[in-house]
């Protein structure tokens, strides 16, 4: 089983609306959780991390559930250029520096 | 203008045929490293360094080299490409103290026939 999990979609949205996304992780030892958005054909960049009390960067918001290890980014107001493919990256820096990339969730904001 | 430069951004080889994908970056990142994206599979990590002559294994390392003699440049090697590691490549580095925020090349569309 892969160590992060995320629903592929596509998530087809119309512009303005609310659109979320979780991310599981299966090593309930994991620290450090980030999102990074990837447009088609483009590099991944980093788009947010995620504090264990939820934190928020205007249209984004980002939550973790220890419990339920997951975590979530939830976009309002979703923007035509909202385009493109969220993907979550979990890290245990205490079992080295590997990184464990989701595979990604594809979002497409239509008009 | 910080960055992280890969080249070739395109390469079409055939099998067999050794070559090397470079990657630098002028951040005066400690942390360096290489992934592969395929279709379905996702970012899946090749090989990582946490500084200069300090390097280990990700999700993929075979098929694969690198090394890491100056702290700005992170080269890929494949002694003997086959056509499986025909994907996407990129590069990316960050500081140690915040390895998970990666800044991330343009790049490498590898064809191996």
């Known amino acids: 089983r892969k160590e992060v999990e995320q629903d592929p979609g596509p998530f087809n949205v119309p512009e303005g609306a609310t659109v979320a996304f979780n991310c599981t992780y299966s090593n309930s030892a994991s620290q450090s959780f980030f999102w990074y958005r990837q447009d088609c054909r483009k590099e991944p960049k980093l788009l947010m991390s995620v504090y264990s009390s939820g934190n928020e960067d205007g249209r984004f918001t980002a939550q973790l559930n220890r419990a339920s290890q997951y975590i979530s980014l939830l976009i309002r107001d979703s923007k035509l250029s909202d385009s493109a493919t969220y993907l979550c990256?979990?890290?245990?820096?205490?079992?080295?520096?590997?990184?464990?990339f989701g595979k990604g969730t594809s979002l497409l904001v239509t008009p | 203008e910080a960055q992280v430069t890969q080249n070739p951004r395109y390469l079409i080889t055939v099998t067999g045929k050794k070559l090397t994908v470079t990657c630098s970056q002028n951040m005066n990142h400690e942390y360096m490293s290489w992934y592969r994206q395929d279709p379905g599979l996702g970012l899946r990590q090749i090989y990582y360094s946490m500084n200069v002559e300090v390097t280990d294994k990700g999700d993929v390392p075979e098929g694969y080299k690198v090394s890491r003699k100056e702290k700005r440049n992170f080269p890929l090697i494949l002694e003997s490409p086959s056509p499986n590691q025909t994907s996407l490549y990129f590069c990316?580095?960050?500081?140690?103290?915040?390895?998970?925020?990666?800044?991330f090349g343009p790049g490498t569309r590898l064809t191996v026939l």
């Open positions: 990316a580095s960050s500081r140690l103290s915040s390895y998970n925020e990666q800044f």
């Open positions: 990256v979990c890290s245990n820096s205490n079992s080295g520096y590997a990184l464990n």
